[in-house]
């Protein structure tokens, strides 16, 4: 069959490819991986993988930045969202944990790249992500006490304990024993408790 | 030379064992390891090696357990302390990621381990640190409402906000590409900052 005839005849091989890197630099590493067993699981040759990503590199590049796009997405959409300052937050927070539990074993496997043994696998800006969510809650919580709901707080110290919340429920999805002890409703609970430090006692 | 003599002329091996696992577990991984490799980082013999610490698995289990006995004294000694409910949470938070900083080594190998892909290690209950944690500070949140330093809060959602704070204050530590942007005193003023929600509003 010619690499044409495959890619007519195969019109989720891409999908597909994305998948079987996301299954096996998850189980294997990223370093214990060949373009062989990618083509292999995804059930293509690898003239197709060749095709679509170029190399092993590539198709973790594509996996990476397709799991990014769609958090930078969502957390863009969740900071434009209407309501109040606390709303706006709270509902930001759920947006990400939501996602994050979504796409959990991508998830899983930015930890396992993040904190793992290097692997000689490109470099991503794992943190940028942590980055814009510190960013995000600073900018709301500066609106929050423009418009008098927070009091005169530091606004990165507000940031901080805001997304230092959000980033403890991700972990405790990712927790290997158990079912989470923390949940959607849970992660409300904790920044509902946060928001008392942070407005006006004569709220 | 003995294996007897080795011994008597060589009386730190066992830390230098224990330094070259940390070293080569953290670059290469557990599973690319071998105890030839550990050997001779460590610039003993084999028969040394297995004379302190059986095999290589007996070698990350001293080490794991040498770090988490660390972690648990800590623990331990810091919510035994003497002061207020508030200085006692400060106090604990702070010995913790001290300790966590003085460690980072061990530390990162803990989250590469605890993260990464599976390797083959012997499990580590790691999770049962960071429920310690949780616990303690349940602990120390119900004397708070007893005494009435706090309020009536939920004393489980305050020990997640409080946990969560010194988790990502931990975290932070890992950071690959700067230096760390929340430390001691940034950690103590996110806590002030938490309590505020805590206390009675007429405090």
């Known amino acids: 069959m010619t690499e044409q005839a495959e890619l007519t005849t195969n019109p989720h091989a891409r999908q597909r490819l994305l998948e079987a890197a996301l299954l096996l630099f998850s189980s294997k590493g990223y370093a214990g991986t060949s373009v062989r067993e990618l083509a292999e699981t995804a059930g293509v040759t690898k003239p197709v993988l060749y095709y679509y990503f170029k190399s092993k590199e590539g198709i973790y590049l594509a996996l990476m930045e397709g799991a990014l796009g769609e958090f930078y997405k969502t957390a863009e959409q969740a900071l434009a969202a209407p309501g109040s300052v606390t709303e706006r937050i709270c509902g930001y927070c759920a947006a990400l944990l939501d996602i994050f539990i979504e796409r959990l074993p991508v998830a899983r496997l930015v930890y ?24 995000d809650m600073e900018k709301l919580v500066n609106e929050g006490i423009a418009s008098g709901e927070f009091r005169q707080i530091s606004p990165k110290d507000a940031a901080w304990v805001i997304v230092s919340q959000l980033n403890t429920a991700m972990e405790e999805q990712l927790c290997h024993t158990e079912k989470p002890r923390l949940d959607r409703n849970g992660l409300q609970r904790l920044l509902a408790l946060l928001f008392e430090g942070m407005k006006k006692c004569d709220d």
């Open 112 to 135: 396992a790249i993040f904190y793992g043994p290097h692997q000689g696998a490109p470099h991503i800006d794992f943190e940028a992500s942590f980055s814009t969510m510190l960013e």
